[in-house]
């Protein structure tokens, strides 16, 4: 199996490569932001609860989202792999994924890390949010919170996977063509 974890600050551009990457090589994308995003849609109470701290640009639960990686991964027994994006985001999570993986005889084969400046991710996410209309997009005080939990909470997981030898980083500026081929690059040597 191919399990990526895709990581990268708000704005790196995780989404657009996933996108690409589970067309390439036949994975399962699990996004947190999209599930948490699909259960406020349906107006569930999970999605209740998110709201308000994903409009903030705080984190979600650690409980909230490993049960909800939990029960996708339960549901795609015959995956030839997953692309994990925007989740983990606290070591709590990392450790939790780890735990989960290998109860289903499997382990994350490497993290890819997009490295991209804060002024071009609040430039990206100001654009994204005329676009998208996500709330948590929408004005530079909530993205200064997000890229402070990113810097505080999120990018400390670079050590955790460095320590398994697992962390390759890549230059997140330039068209969506040429980062995708640096992501390949890299796929190719696992
Ligand atoms: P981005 O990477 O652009 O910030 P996401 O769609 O990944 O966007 O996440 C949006 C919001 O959803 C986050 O700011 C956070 O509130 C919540 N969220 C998503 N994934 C997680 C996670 N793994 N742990 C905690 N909160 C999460």
């Known amino acids: 199996m191919l399990n990526l974890v895709l990581f990268g600050p708000p704005g790196a551009g995780k989404g657009t490569q996933s996108n690409l990457l589970i067309k390439k090589y036949k994975l399962v994308h699990l996004s947190t932001g999209d599930i948490l995003r699909g259960e406020i ?14 409009d903030r640009g705080d984190l979600v639960p650690d409980e909230v989202v490993i049960g909800m990686i939990s029960s996708k991964l ?14 983990p985001r606290t070591t709590e999570q990392a450790k939790a994924l780890d735990i989960l993986l290998k109860e289903k005889g499997t382990y994350i084969s490497s993290m890819i ?18 676009e998208s209309g996500r709330e948590d997009d929408k004005n530079e005080e909530i993205i200064a919170n997000r890229i402070n939990e990113y810097n505080n909470k999120t990018a400390p997981l670079k050590q955790f996977y460095s320590a398994q030898n697992k962390l390759s980083e890549v230059e997140g500026i330039g068209s969506i063509t040429e980062i995708a081929e640096r992501i390949n690059t890299v796929i190719e040597t696992i």
């Open 41 to 54: 849609a349906a107006g569930t109470s999970l999605g209740l609860e998110a709201k308000s701290l994903m």
């Open 74 to 87: 339960d549901k795609n027994v015959n995956a030839n792999g997953f692309i994990f994006d925007g989740f």
């Open 113 to 130: 890390s997009l490295k991209v400046s804060d002024n071009e991710l609040i430039k990206r996410l100001l654009e994204r949010g005329i």
